[in-house]
């Protein structure tokens, strides 16, 4: 059986964006940096501000704070609120944090910035 060069295409896009963590393309989560190290894992924190159903059903956490891998440096201030994009934390991203100071559960930063 041979395959259209239409079925083809359709397959490479469904494989390709077929499975980014159930995110709608450009939503924002409104979050604030609550801390720009912590103790575990020497990585910022961010508290989501608005949408925490969404946010607990897409990252299957009860928590609102979460570790923040890939968050550029330069808007890792306390205190600053930004509009990001997220997924879950990607494999060649994780690391190994220590058990020490409270754990909180992570995700990737897949773009931030200021909220206006």
Request: a negative charge; charged letters at 25%; hydrophobic letters at 40%.
């Amino acid at each position: 059986m041979r395959l259209s060069p239409k079925y083809l295409l359709f397959f490479a896009v469904l494989s390709t964006f077929g499975c980014q963590d159930d995110l709608v393309p450009g939503e924002e989560f409104s979050v604030r940096i609550e801390n720009t190290s912590d103790i575990s894992c020497g990585l910022p924190v961010i508290l989501f501000l608005e949408k925490s159903d969404q946010v607990k059903e897409k990252t299957n956490e009860e928590s609102l704070e979460y570790n923040a891998y890939g968050l550029d440096e330069s808007l890792n201030v306390i205190g600053n609120e930004l509009l990001i994009t997220f997924g879950k934390v990607k494999e060649e991203d994780f690391r190994v944090c220590r058990a020490i100071g409270i754990p909180y559960p992570a995700v990737s930063i897949l773009s931030a910035r200021l909220r206006d």
